[in-house]
């Protein structure tokens, strides 16, 4: 999202309607406004916010090579190897293959966001 700051766009208006002093505010103080709009809306939109993190998941998944300013590019096989592997490694650890197991610090580290 290249035009989040943008003043014509839906977004920044969308802030600005909710931070109206937005341009008054040092950097410490619009990362600490816009952090609590960002929870009120998670808190007012839990649904949306668990498809959003589904998606953000299936991109991050994905094979393909996403270049936000330019054409869809194809899937690159040694991308899509790489994203095999990891899951074949995440279902080889599930199952407990040879002794493998999950440890409380390796949920930190699989979580997407």
Do not use: C
């Not at 937005?22 to 916010?49: C, F, H, I, M």
């Not at 936000?68 to 650890?93: E, M, S």
């Amino acid at each position: 999202m290249f035009d989040w700051d943008e003043r014509t766009g839906p977004f920044d208006q969308f802030v600005r309607a909710h931070i109206p002093n937005l341009d008054s505010l040092n950097q410490y103080q619009e990362s600490k406004a816009r952090a609590a709009l960002a929870g009120s809306w998670v808190r007012a939109n839990p649904a949306a916010e668990a498809q959003l993190i589904l998606r953000k998941t299936a991109l991050f998944l994905a094979p393909e090579n996403f270049i936000a300013d330019a054409p869809r590019t194809g899937y690159h096989p040694l991308t899509a190897a790489v994203h095999l592997a990891f899951l074949a490694a995440l279902l080889l650890t599930a199952v407990r293959y040879r002794g493998l197991r999950f440890r409380s610090a390796d949920v930190l580290l699989l979580t997407p966001w």
